[in-house]
């Protein structure tokens, strides 16, 4: 059998995906269903030979009995601790977080409490203020226990780190005890990292190395995390996998060019990648990568070739130990991304372009084979990104309602500028007594940020998903699946056309999003118009309001010229963050002709489109908003719901 590592591990990693969104009962039904099949699989001749299907089967039972192993004896006693109260001894393990509500959020270990099922773990602690004690101080306090979630993909990843339930820190203090550990002294080594560049570089500059060597986006103003998101650069300052890749490529360019031997090269190699691992804090999406790379240096040590589904199968099977770690979005994205690289690419690139007409020029002058290099880099990255960009499509849309079309060209500049700030940053983060060094990291940074802002103010920036689109999706990917089950032999074809519907599509509906008009509805019955000429945010009165807000606006507006609120205290910075100078007192009853059509708000309101508190009725009946938000779109004296 071929690519064995790979069979199973994404055999692993798709039936565990499975088990965190159905859950622990599913996971029952599946583990008999699988036990059977492999039983099947393992009896019947005709199968057997096929040695695919056993190893799946198996693969797929064994996920079943970890998941459910670790739900019980893990998971389930911790969720039990939900809206509880405890006293406990606990101490901080990671950089603390800025929360949307203005507090902070932390990571920490529970040494000892009054309460049973919570010794010895690790929770997401919040606090209105930020906490004084330093990493691995102890703390004596009373905990507030939280709801938690159902299953691991709503935990957006935190089970997957081990953190099955968060508590609302009351008081607390200080204690001047320490805990010993090697993790307490990586902790310390970031902090000093973010302090260096805090002190040396400063500004957005110096926040944005920071975001980009240790993952710390706290020093970085609202407007520019808001920009990257909308710019589609995100993964830029969430250290992962291709930091330490242009870490790691850049030493490695740098030992080529002096002649150094892979025998001498490539453990000096292994050794930043460790280290650069306990820089980012062990995250996840770095280990994974740490493991890829290890095994491909281990086998240039070894002189033999590391098969690239392979390496990713077996990084996938190691991170997925951990029954709960497939469901974070971090896993989810580069998985997608290195199958991107490794299936998709090629079937695009193999459609590029033709350079012939440069056949002439690169038989001419130096100068015309540097055209040559740059032209063909710019069509390679072009499809490379759009290859990334398409394959996370489905994965973004679902957990973000939307993804940045603006970014599948930006990052045909912000990879090379990216390596060149990572690796200046890394070299910089020690060296910056060096002259000109905290000059250099500063202009590149700088330069990165202006492309941001200018990439995110583009009127097409960003692509919000409706149903039809998802539709489409789930169509385009029934088509793909099938054909690769029944026809292989066609799979290009058929992903090919694939990419070019999902690309048509994207560009017609983001061409006609842009010339309606927009009423956004929040699950806690606030709202918002956003036309060409204004925005207007109304019926708002706490944090939970402007939060949602927040993230219905990203992409569409960077200013709000009106706000109508009962809590002018709290929409104090939600205005600061988008540009607003009027805050008007809340009335009892709204009215708004968009487009011809009518908007209102309040009990006596009439209108084609009525809001009260936490329901909306329109032309298809009386709609609860306990559970979702809804997103109409105007134009021409119509409208329609884009998502609910």
Request: charged share 15%.
């Amino acid at each position: 059998m071929k690519r064995t590592f790979a069979v199973i591990g994404f055999s692993f990693g798709v039936t565990l995906f499975l088990l965190n969104v159905f859950g622990a009962v599913a996971a029952k039904y599946a583990a008999v269903a699988t036990a059977a099949l492999f039983l099947v699989t393992a009896v019947a001749p005709a199968l057997r030979r096929k040695r695919e299907l056993p190893v799946i089967a198996g693969t797929a039972l064994f996920a079943c009995m970890m998941y459910l192993y670790a739900y019980d004896t893990v998971a389930l006693p911790q969720l039990s601790l939900g809206g509880r109260t405890t006293d406990a001894v606990l101490y901080l393990t990671s950089l603390s977080e800025k929360t949307a509500s203005g507090g902070y959020s932390y990571t920490a270990k529970i040494v000892s409490a009054s309460l049973p099922n919570a010794q010895g773990i690790k929770i997401r602690l919040f606090s209105h203020e930020q906490i004084t004690a330093a990493g691995y101080q102890m703390m004596e306090c009373k905990l507030k226990f939280l709801p938690t979630v159902e299953n691991g993909f709503s935990s957006y990843g935190l089970w997957g780190k081990g953190i099955f339930t968060s508590a609302q820190l009351k008081f607390y203090t200080v204690t001047s005890e320490h805990i010993t550990s090697p993790m307490r002294w990586i902790l310390e080594m970031r902090y000093a990292v973010i302090h260096r560049f805090e002190n040396h570089v400063g500004g957005d500059a110096g926040a944005l190395s920071a975001g980009l060597l240790v993952g710390d986006r706290s020093q970085m103003s609202p407007e520019l995390r808001d920009a990257f998101k909308i710019a589609g650069a995100s993964h830029l300052t969430a250290v992962s996998g291709l930091h330490l890749s242009a870490v790691s490529g850049f030493f490695a360019y740098i030992f080529r060019a002096c002649g150094v031997k892979n025998k001498i090269s490539s453990p000096v190699l292994l050794g930043i990648i460790l280290f650069y691992c306990a820089l980012s804090g062990f995250s996840k999406s770095v280990v994974r990568a740490g493991i890829m790379l290890a095994v491909v240096l281990i086998g240039a040590m070894l002189k033999k070739h590391a098969d690239t589904l392979n390496s990713l199968g077996f990084a996938l099977f190691v991170i997925c130990v951990n029954p709960f770690a497939v469901c974070d979005i971090s896993t989810l994205l580069t998985v997608c991304s290195m199958l991107a690289i490794i299936k998709v690419y090629p079937v695009l690139e193999q459609r590029r372009l033709a350079d012939a007409q440069f056949t002439k020029l690169r038989r001419g002058s130096a100068l015309s084979k540097i055209m040559v290099r740059i032209w063909r880099y710019v069509v390679e990255m072009l499809l490379l990104s759009a290859s990334i960009t398409l394959s996370c499509l489905p994965i973004t849309c679902v957990f973000f309602g939307y993804f940045s079309v603006v970014g599948v060209f930006l990052n045909v500049i912000l990879v090379p500028l990216g390596t060149l700030a990572v690796s200046l940053s890394l070299v910089g983060s020690y060296l910056m007594w060096v002259p000109l060094m905290p000059l250099a990291v500063r202009g590149v940074n700088l330069l990165i940020i202006k492309l941001i802002y200018l990439a995110a103010r583009a009127p097409f920036a960003v692509f919000h998903a409706g149903e039809g689109f998802y539709i489409l999706l789930a169509v385009l990917l029934c088509l793909v699946g099938g054909c690769a089950v029944f026809s292989p032999q066609y799979m290009r074809k058929v992903l090919l056309f694939a990419l070019t519907m999902i690309t048509g599509a994207v560009i017609i509906l983001s061409a006609y999003d842009y010339t309606c008009a927009h009423i956004f509805v929040t699950e806690s019955g606030a709202a918002a118009i956003c036309t060409k000429e204004e925005t207007i945010v109304l019926a708002t009165d706490s944090k939970t309001d402007f939060y949602e807000l927040d993230s219905l606006l990203i992409g569409r507006s960077y200013h709000v010229d009106r706000i109508y609120t009962s809590a002018p205290e709290t929409a104090q910075t939600f205005a600061e963050k988008y540009h607003c100078t009027e805050i008007c007192a809340e009335q009892e009853c709204y009215n708004y002709e968009i487009g011809g059509v009518t908007f209102a708000v309040g009990d006596n309101s009439r209108g084609n489109i009525i809001l009260v508190e936490n329901r909306v009725y329109d032309a298809n009946g009386e709609h609860a908003l306990a559970e979702n938000g809804r997103l109409y779109s105007v134009r021409d004296g119509s409208y329609s719901v884009v998502s609910y």
